[in-house]
């Protein structure tokens, strides 16, 4: 195992997070809580409770997600879509996540300053009143709640008034505008998690949504499982919150996705999991082709729910979501369609063979563990232990997404696959890239050949961790003739040079997103000119913008790329045109 | 019995070592001055004599492989066109060809560059730049810089589009050009070993031969690889036996760290530098001797050493041996010094040698952790070897020593077994494989077999 020093990563005099815990669990003790509307109708002190209990009694659960454009057309929307339900003759969903306004991650006297965006903020307590008692559905005060410097805020409101189920775990990895300060956001963020271990016995619940953080972006579902055990470790071992592990949004396939679900269960004991997000990646403009997407996707997650009991609640994803933000009118369509597949789903699961489930479930439970223990024994070794979340949590931060996984991943170690590791399980994002390779592979192959790409000496290289957008731009430049170096991810201009100049490169292609378009390619034109290359066309394609002081934002750079020299094609289909229409040198550099 | 004689002309002293064909079982040693002034062959004739002389049983003698360092060793001028790209490529496989490399010329090459080759004047130039398919008029333009600089063994190992045209420049001039295959033919891929095989060849075939060590045709047949490349083989006969080892060869003027290793990546998570980690490698630190360079070690060691010892006698001590390059240690105290200077010797060659871990980090990004050379931390073995520390009796000590100072972002190796060439056969270990692998293998683990072995973890 890797034995490296992450003390540095700490900032000095980090607050020992356990203090920040007990304040929060001093506060939760005393918090006032009313019931919510769904509560009482239901007779139970939690969602939590409720679940239980219906699993048992074999009563599905449903979620939605719901953030419009204010509060208000919210709050309307809710009730449109309660009234809908009863009028179709089908159960109302069950709870909703509230898509909040980014504003609310900020603490409440900071939030009027901030740029208004779009989604629902909660300002008074009558707005948080009317969360939990407009209409019996049981929200869950999801994005921007529990996440960022508001965390505290949040949290308070939202117990006072009902709420059971609060997120989200895996926001803590987000920043937010016109906050910089880490150690305050992670103080937050505990003394929130504090709270609601002051109040776990009364069935509250800390809940994440595992695309929202790392995972969103890991290679091997083995890996999500790994770090779901993580995220458990800390809100329940350290901090003493009941956990739920909510995830699902970035699968299509119902196999990998029946038993990713049922390992999840299995790693959260039994205790019923907030949601389980409905596929988002595998709808198309084709919106009424949607609804094969969504009801196969919704039927194996009842199929899952009614064979084992999880108690889970999963979320009809909209047909037309890709495509825009849906109409209430959309989201309950899908809603209806979800309770019709109820009876389908009692006929149909006792007939299902599970063992391959079963299976791939226990496949992904060991590379979870090989995570999980490859993660506690790189953090004990590296200095940071395992007793203090504010360390524990700060350190896992400053690595990044994908350093996490190079370092604790569950797969053997095997140079010959990204990230170093030959995954347990590809996740379907990977799989869908190279589909999506194959496609812009399959559409090269019927143009007609040109010539003027055959031999260009491109350099193509990311400025950040981004390897897919990378790996795009490397196969296709490939296929279409031209004389490919590919430098790989995190590079720095100087060394894009360096590379250029031993390849002589006719074109440097650098895709980014991580804010630094502007300041990134006048390093790299620098360079370039210094180093006598200053013919070296630079492309750049990605996220084109900075993050600039002042501006709480970052801001799109394209026009001042524009000026530096430095093209930004809209696509890679424009990127191989550009680069064959530009003149070629008579002789290389 | 048939005997194998492999002889190490050194700079000071020509080595003699017999070794039983077959068995790999080690008959004698014996060593005599080295004869550079008058002819080389005096010295090898009289060393052989004492290893003879007084054995119970005779011994027929049987091939002869040599190697030789005398006369300065190989000279070698690596040329490139980025500093830490095909530069650093091509001093690399200089220095595993056993070469001094002292100087190492990249960029687009001046007058100035062509005056330090004249002033350096190698024996042999190895010209590197450009990927295959990449630069082309830098890396001429290079050539044509440095063509008639100095009459030197030229090998060719630039881009591979070009390299006959660059062969063709530097030949103008006059002067044996050969073209080999480019260190490294594309960005993320080096290949040094036809470079390395060149270099040595050119040596033996050539240096030695301008060198006016003798007339004798059997030195000019045998001599077949400078003495650091023949370490180097012993170092790669080891890690086939030990899964991967390190040897430390401390001697009066430089350390020279040899390791062989499979896998010398640091895994995933961890950025390697520009170029890979080569698996195997030869460093040489010629700041860090014992007797040449001893007060570079007190000063480059200072604190460590000066809180250990009296600074004022330990000066003296340096000064003394720094004139003396045959001192030998006979008091107590006098091998106090030595194993206080080759502590420090195996110490900062050791971490410049293996790669350090980085762990950086700014506002907003997610921190990236690299190491700057190879992740040594897994290896099994290391021996120490070099003819003042072979006799010390403290020299598993000095090398734990070394070790344990480490701080734990080195990635030198941490637990290893550690093994002392008490013999001081290494060398010829690895002439002796050029003849019989099996037998060099025998004798290798046979000497080290009879060392202590000690293992001391690294304090972190």
Not at chain 1, 85 to 102: K, T, Y
Not at chain 1, 196 to 209: H, K, N, P, Q
Not at chain 2, 360 to 369: Q, V
Request: glycine residues 8%.
């Amino acid at each position: 195992m890797t034995d490296i020093d992450l003390r540095s990563l700490l900032p000095d005099g980090l607050p020992d997070g356990r203090e920040a815990v007990e304040e929060g669990k001093a506060i939760g003790r005393k918090l006032d809580r009313a019931p919510s509307m769904y509560l009482e109708e239901k007779g139970f002190r939690s969602e939590m409770q409720y679940r239980l209990h219906a699993r048992e009694q074999g009563i599905p659960s449903t979620c939605m997600n719901i953030g419009l454009a204010t509060w208000a057309e919210t709050r309307e929307a809710m009730g449109l879509i309660y009234e809908d339900a009863l009028r179709r003759g089908v159960r109302p969903p069950d709870r909703f996540n509230l898509l909040a306004e980014r504003r609310m991650g900020l603490p409440k006297e900071l939030r009027a300053s901030a740029p208004q965006e779009t989604g629902p903020a909660l300002w008074t307590e009558q707005d948080w009143w009317e969360l939990t008692h407009t209409v019996p559905m049981q929200p869950e005060s999801a994005d921007n709640s529990i996440g960022g410097p508001g965390s505290l805020d949040n949290v308070v409101d939202a117990l006072s008034v009902g709420v059971t189920y609060v997120g989200t775990f895996s926001q803590y990895s987000w920043r937010w505008p016109y906050w910089d300060d880490e150690v305050a956001q992670t103080m937050a963020f505990l003394k929130a998690v504090g709270v609601l271990a002051g109040v776990r016995s009364e069935g509250v619940c800390f809940d994440t949504y595992l695309e929202d953080g790392y995972p969103g972006v890991f290679r091997d579902y083995a890996n999500y499982v790994g770090w779901a055990m993580l995220e458990r470790f800390i809100a329940r071992d350290l901090c003493g919150a009941e956990f739920s592990i909510s995830w699902g949004g970035l699968t299509t396939d119902p196999v990998t996705k029946s038993a990713l679900t049922l390992a999840l269960n299995d790693v959260n004991e039994g205790v019923p999991n907030a949601f389980v997000q409905g596929d988002t990646i595998g709808n198309t403009s084709d919106i009424e082709g949607n609804f094969a997407v969504m009801s196969s996707d919704v039927l194996f997650m009842k199929l899952l729910d009614r064979k084992y009991r999880l108690g889970g609640a999963p979320i009809a994803v909209p047909v037309t979501e890709t495509e825009r933000i849906p109409t209430w009118q959309e989201v309950s369509a899908v809603q209806a369609v979800s309770r019709r597949l109820d009876p389908y789903a009692e006929m149909v699961a006792p007939t299902i063979d599970w063992a391959h489930i079963e299976a791939l479930r226990d496949t992904l439970l060991a590379g979870g563990r090989r995570f999980f223990e490859n993660a506690k024994t790189t953090l004990r070794a590296a200095g940071i232990g395992l007793e203090d979340p504010a360390r524990v949590l700060f350190v896992l931060r400053r690595l990044g997404a994908h350093a996490c996984e190079e370092l604790f991943g569950a797969g053997d170690v095997d140079p010959a696959y990204p990230g170093g590791r030959r995954p347990v399980l590809e996740t379907d994002l990977v799989r869908q890239t190279m589909r999506e390779r194959t496609r812009l592979l399959a559409n090269l192959s019927v143009r007609e050949e040109d010539p003027r790409l055959i031999g260009r000496k491109v350099v193509v290289s990311s400025t950040d961790v981004h390897e897919f957008a990378e790996f795009l731009l490397v196969s296709t430049l490939e296929a279409v003739g031209a004389d490919v170096t590919d430098f790989g991810i995190n590079r720095d201009p100087e060394d894009i040079v360096k590379v250029a100049v031993e390849t002589a490169a006719e074109a440097v292609v650098v895709t980014t997103h991580n804010g630094v378009a502007r300041s990134f390619a006048t390093k790299l034109s620098d360079e370039l000119r210094k180093a006598g290359m200053a013919e070296t066309k630079i492309y750049m394609g990605g996220v084109l913008n900075e993050d600039v002081d002042g501006s709480e934002i970052p801001i799109d750079v394209r026009g001042d790329l524009a000026r530096i020299g430095v093209s930004t094609p809209g696509g890679i289909e424009q990127l191989i045109g550009e680069i064959g229409a530009h003149e070629r040198r008579a002789a290389p550099a | 019995m048939t005997a194998a004689v492999l002889a190490d002309f050194g700079s000071t002293f020509t080595k003699i070592t017999l070794v039983e064909l077959g068995s790999g079982r080690l008959i004698s040693t014996a060593q005599s001055p080295t004869t550079a002034t008058s002819d080389v062959m005096l010295g090898f004739h009289a060393a052989l004599r004492q290893a003879t002389a007084g054995l119970e049983t005779p011994v027929e003698i049987g091939p002869k492989r040599a190697a030789s360092s005398a006369a300065g060793g190989l000279r070698v001028a690596a040329v490139g066109l980025i500093e830490d790209l095909t530069a650093a490529v091509a001093r690399q496989a200089a220095l595993n060809a056993g070469a001094k490399v002292g100087l190492v010329l990249h960029g687009n090459l001046t007058t100035e560059d062509r005056q330090a080759l004249r002033d350096y004047d190698p024996e042999v130039i190895l010209f590197c730049g450009g990927t295959d398919g990449g630069q082309e008029q830098r890396v001429l333009a290079n050539a044509t810089a440095i063509a008639d600089a100095v009459d030197a063994h030229v090998i060719v190992a630039c881009n591979t589009r070009i390299a006959e045209a660059v062969a063709a420049v530097l030949s103008a001039a006059g002067g044996h050009v050969e073209v080999v295959t480019n260190v490294m033919p594309r960005i993320g891929a080096v290949d040094i070993e036809p470079a390395r095989a060149a270099i040595s060849e050119a040596f033996v075939r050539h240096v030695i031969r301008g060198k006016g060590l003798t007339e004798a045709p059997e030195f000019f047949r045998d001599v077949i690889m400078p003495t650091p490349e023949a370490v180097l083989q012993a170092t790669r006969l080891l890690a086939e036996i030990n899964g991967g080892v390190a040897i430390l060869d401390i001697g009066g003027a430089t350390t020279d760290v040899h390791t062989v290793t499979k896998n010398p990546g640091s895994g995933p998570g961890i950025e390697g530098p520009l170029v890979p980690v080569l698996p195997v490698l030869r460093s040489v630190q010629g700041d860090l001797g014992l007797r040449s360079n001893a007060i570079s070690v007190l000063e480059t060691d200072n604190e460590w050493l000066n809180e250990r010892n009296d600074p004022g006698t330990l000066r003296e001590a340096a000064e003394m041996r720094s004139e003396t390059p045959d001192f030998t240690a006979r008091t107590p105290s006098e091998w106090q010094v030595d194993e206080a200077l080759a502590t420090s010797c195996a110490h900062h060659a050791l971490r410049r040698h293996c790669g350090t871990l980085l762990v950086t980090s700014s506002p907003g990004r997610p921190a990236r952790i690299s190491a700057d050379g190879p992740d040594l931390r897994e290896l099994p073995l290391l021996v120490g070897t070099g003819g003042i520390l072979v006799r010390s009796p403290q020299a598993e000590s000095v090398l734990s020593e070394a070790i344990s100072r480490c701080e734990s972002r080195s990635l030198v190796p941490r637990r290893p077994r550690i093994a002392i060439d008490r013999d001081y056969i290494l060398a010829a270990a690895g002439l002796l494989a050029d003849i019989d692998r099996d037998a060099a293998a025998r004798l290798a683990r046979h000497a080290l077999a009879g060392s202590e072995n000690t293992r001391r973890p690294l304090q972190t």
